[in-house]
Every structure is written in C-alpha cells, then in structure tokens.
C-alpha cells in the first residue's frame, strides 16, 4: 500500500491495460487487450497502484499526495514490450552475408561453409568483456527507445566454457546497470564449435557434464536452448541436454523446425518447455504436442522476413487452435539484425496475418510468461511493476500500420522515465 503517489500518468487516449486471466492468453483472449478510453496509471515505489479510466483511478488515489503528473496528451499507452528472444551480447557483424543470399546461398550452406554463427563465434571469442559489454550496451539502448522494457538475452556465440561464460556475465552486468530489465539464457547448443567438428555427441557431453553445471552454479541463466536443426543439434542431443538442463533446475526453451522439420516441437511437447521458437516448418502433431503441453509458441517474423522465406510461422493456425502466441525480434547480426520490437508489430500483421490486438498481447504479456516474468511485468494492473509506454499515436492499429519509424514518445521503467521524447534520459 502506498501513502503517496510517486506519478500519476493521465489523459492517456486509450491504455492497452491487457487486464485479464492469469496466464499465457491463447485462442480468442489474444484478442482481449482490456483496452480503456480516457485512462490514467497511478504509480508508487516503482509499482502500480491502479490503472484504468482517470476518474476511477483518481476516486482511488484521492486523499494521497501526488509528486509527479504526467499529461499522455490524449495519446495511446501500452504495457513495455518484451522481447523474449534475443541473442543480444555478441561481436562482429555479418553484412556481407547479404551479398551471398542475394545470390542464393541459403543460411544453412553459409553455415556450412564455416560462416554464419560461426564467424560471429570467432569474433565473440577474440573479443573482450569490456568490447561485448559497449556493444550490447548500444542495441540495448535501442531497443529500449524502441519501447522494450525485458530482454531475454542468450549465450551461445562462445561454445567453450571460457567464452559461454563471458558472454552470459555481460548480459548480468547489463541488468545490473542498464534500465532495461535481462532475463538469461544459456545456449552453449547453438551450434558445434570447429575444434569438435564430426564429434558433436562429444561437444554434448561437454555441455552436459561441464558447461550446465559451472553455469547453475555461477547462478548465471534462467533457461537452456537449444538449436534444434538440420547440421546441428539432433533431435536426439537435444531431449539430453534439454533433460539435462531442466533435471537441473534450469527453464527449457528450443529453437525448433525454423529450416527443417525435425520434430522440436514434438519435443518441447514432450518436455514442457516454457517455448519454442521459430517454428516455420512445424507440423500439426508437432503444434498439438505444443498444445498439450501448454508450450507457448514464440514466432519471429523479422527472421523469416530476411531469410526471404518464401513461409512464415502459422500465427493464425496457433491461435485458432488455442497456442499462446508471442513474438520476438531474434536480434542477431545473421538471421535478424534488428532491434525494432516495432518492425515485428508490422511483420506480425502482414506476414504472420495477426491483428494488431493480436500483436500487442503477443509482446506484452505473452512474451512475460515466455520467460517466466508473467507475473511481474506484461500487464497494467496494481501490483505489477510500473513499466509501460507513451507513443506518438492515438490508437493501436496506428504502430503497425505506420511502419519504418519509431512512434516511442516516453518510457517509464520501474516508474522512472528513462526515454523522453524519443531520448534516454537519465
Ligand atoms: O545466425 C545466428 O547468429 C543466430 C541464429 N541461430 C539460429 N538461427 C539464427
Ligand atoms: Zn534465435
């Protein structure tokens, strides 16, 4: 309970509140975004003590101080976005891959060719802490000014213990310093390092017996994930790093049947992930496994927009039949170099056929439950923590319809504002 209001956020046009059931929202509550005219958001010690129609929320409040107003001009509010998928902390860049796809490599084959993660691995292991920091620290910043409050954030460009390591301690050092909040995942599975090439059962092993162990007791990630793909990881070596790491205390995810359908999504059904990911050539037993299993479903359309996928997630076939749907960017510098939550809102309406309620739900409180934080943030009730945004828009439809630029006016993390008209502050 508070005794005053820190601040008070009024004239909000229309308050996406996404108040509703406890619970990734699937089916049809996708679509219920508890959104509410001529709103108001009363905050204290970081929290929300109400948020709702302004007269409402006003009668609430009344006979406590208020230290702070901020007049939303009219203008639409939002819960922060989540972005529940990244490979945030890497080195190195790879635009001259586009070169090559422009001539029809595919991802696979300049993966293949000892490129693709693997040049971004190279570039990772030669780079100090200090470099990785300064580097995450700036699509950080991004993606916070693109309006994302929580970044999940994976390992998995070092493929040794050293270099998993390293990575995974910026991305502690970024939530401990940066605004916006991290959640870690550790991927020492994302691909087969050179020095194990043709010997991926012994790499798993290491990553069983050496690299799980060292990171749980460093207490240095919330989940494990796995790239479950064609010239990768087996099906099979991932269900024993998968039940490896969720025998050790550790929240599974899985990069599953984004190139080929090798059954991840089987698995992750098989396994209860908290989510799999990708998902463009998962079949409908694999999607049913999902389902039964309560596996939330993370789609990333900016990956299979620049991987000129000629198929995208079926988004519309999980919600019909009842998947939770999130979204992510998936920013990485190979299959998604990007930080824009808000290109994902465009892609997500255009090539993933979801409606703009659809989207909002899939990056606010959908995405908080794909990384455990569904009871914290992803919502605007009282209680959860006091993270929303402020566009330059008066409805919802107008984010991704408008697409190419940023519509972000304020951030409010924890109750700070932290970006003000389109700048960080503070
Ligand atoms: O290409 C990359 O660096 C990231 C990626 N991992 C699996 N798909 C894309
Ligand atoms: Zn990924």
Same mark, same amino acid.
């Given at each position: 309970?508070?005794?005053q209001?820190?601040?008070?956020?009024?004239?909000?046009?229309?308050?996406v509140t996404?108040?509703?059931?406890?619970?990734?929202?699937?089916?049809?509550?996708?679509?219920?975004?508890?959104?509410?005219?001529?709103g108001?958001?009363?905050?204290?010690?970081?929290?929300?003590?109400?948020?709702?129609?302004?007269?409402?929320?006003?009668?609430?409040?009344?006979?406590?101080?208020?230290?702070?107003?901020l007049?939303?001009?009219? +203008?639409?509010?939002?819960?922060?976005?989540?972005?529940?998928?990244?490979?945030?902390?890497?080195a190195?860049?790879?635009?001259?891959?586009l070169?090559?796809?422009?001539?029809?490599?595919?991802?696979?084959?300049?993966?293949?060719?000892g490129?693709?993660?693997l040049?971004?691995?190279?570039?990772? +292991?030669?780079?100090?802490?200090?470099?990785?920091?300064?580097?995450?620290?700036?699509?950080?910043?991004?993606?916070?000014?693109?309006?994302?409050?929580?970044?999940?954030?994976?390992?998995?460009y070092?493929?040794?213990?050293?270099?998993?390591?390293?990575?995974?301690?910026?991305?502690?050092?970024?939530?401990?310093?940066?605004?916006?909040?991290?959640?870690?995942?550790?991927?020492?599975?994302?691909a087969?390092?050179?020095?194990?090439?043709?010997?991926?059962?012994?790499?798993?092993?290491?990553?069983?017996?050496?690299?799980?162990p /060292?990171? *749980?007791r460093?207490?240095?990630?919330?989940?494990?994930?796995?790239?479950?793909?064609?010239?990768?990881?087996?099906?099979?070596e991932?269900r024993?790093?998968?039940?490896?790491?969720?025998?050790?205390?550790?929240?599974?995810?899985?990069?599953?049947?984004?190139?080929?359908?090798?059954?991840?999504?089987?698995?992750?059904?098989?396994?209860?992930?908290?989510s799999?990911?990708?998902?463009?050539?998962?079949?409908?037993?694999?999607?049913?496994?999902?389902?039964r299993?309560?596996?939330?479903?993370?789609?990333?359309?900016?990956?299979?927009?620049?991987?000129?996928?000629?198929?995208?997630a079926?988004? +519309? *076939?999980?919600?019909e039949?009842?998947?939770?749907?999130?979204?992510?960017?998936?920013?990485?510098?190979?299959?998604?170099?990007t930080?824009?939550?808000?290109?994902?809102?465009?892609?997500?309406?255009?090539?993933?056929?979801m409606t703009?309620?659809?989207?909002?739900?899939?990056?606010?409180?959908?995405?908080?439950y794909?990384?455990?934080?569904?009871?914290v943030?992803?919502?605007? /009730?009282?209680? *959860?923590?006091?993270?929303?945004?402020?566009?330059?828009?008066?409805?919802?439809?107008?984010?991704?319809?408008?697409?190419?630029?940023?519509?972000?006016?304020?951030?409010?993390k924890?109750?700070?504002?932290?970006?003000?008209?389109?700048?960080?502050?503070?």
């Amino acid at each position: 309970q508070a005794n005053q209001i820190d601040l008070l956020v009024y004239h909000i046009g229309q308050l996406v509140t996404m108040q509703g059931k406890k619970g990734p929202r699937k089916g049809h509550e996708m679509s219920e975004i508890s959104m509410v005219e001529n709103g108001a958001v009363a905050i204290a010690n970081g929290r929300i003590i109400a948020a709702g129609e302004e007269k409402d929320v006003r009668r609430k409040i009344s006979g406590l101080s208020v230290r702070e107003e901020l007049n939303a001009q009219g +203008r639409l509010v939002t819960p922060g976005l989540i972005d529940p998928h990244t490979h945030l902390v890497h080195a190195g860049s790879r635009e001259h891959e586009l070169e090559l796809k422009l001539k029809g490599v595919s991802y696979l084959e300049i993966l293949a060719m000892g490129g693709g993660i693997l040049s971004t691995v190279r570039a990772t +292991r030669n780079a100090t802490e200090d470099e990785l920091y300064e580097k995450a620290r700036k699509s950080l910043d991004l993606m916070l000014l693109f309006g994302a409050t929580t970044v999940e954030a994976k390992s998995g460009y070092g493929l040794n213990l050293e270099n998993e390591l390293k990575q995974l301690r910026v991305a502690k050092r970024l939530n401990e310093h940066h605004p916006v909040e991290i959640v870690s995942t550790f991927m020492g599975a994302h691909a087969v390092p050179p020095e194990y090439k043709g010997r991926s059962s012994e790499y798993v092993d290491l990553i069983v017996e050496e690299m799980l162990p /060292e990171v *749980k007791r460093q207490g240095l990630a919330e989940f494990c994930d796995v790239f479950c793909e064609q010239g990768e990881f087996t099906v099979q070596e991932a269900r024993k790093i998968l039940s490896a790491a969720k025998e050790m205390g550790f929240g599974i995810k899985i990069h599953a049947d984004e190139i080929e359908p090798l059954g991840g999504a089987q698995l992750a059904g098989e396994l209860g992930c908290i989510s799999a990911e990708h998902l463009l050539a998962a079949t409908d037993e694999g999607l049913d496994a999902m389902k039964r299993a309560g596996v939330i479903a993370v789609c990333l359309p900016a990956t299979s927009f620049n991987l000129r996928a000629n198929n995208h997630a079926r988004a +519309r *076939k999980m919600i019909e039949m009842g998947l939770p749907v999130a979204l992510s960017t998936d920013y990485n510098p190979g299959s998604s170099p990007t930080e824009s939550l808000q290109f994902v809102m465009t892609l997500g309406c255009l090539n993933l056929g979801m409606t703009p309620e659809e989207v909002i739900t899939a990056m606010t409180i959908n995405a908080a439950y794909a990384i455990g934080r569904g009871d914290v943030v992803g919502s605007l /009730e009282t209680g *959860k923590q006091a993270d929303l945004v402020i566009y330059n828009a008066s409805n919802l439809a107008y984010l991704p319809y408008h697409f190419g630029i940023n519509h972000v006016d304020t951030v409010i993390k924890k109750g700070k504002v932290v970006v003000s008209e389109g700048k960080l502050v503070g």
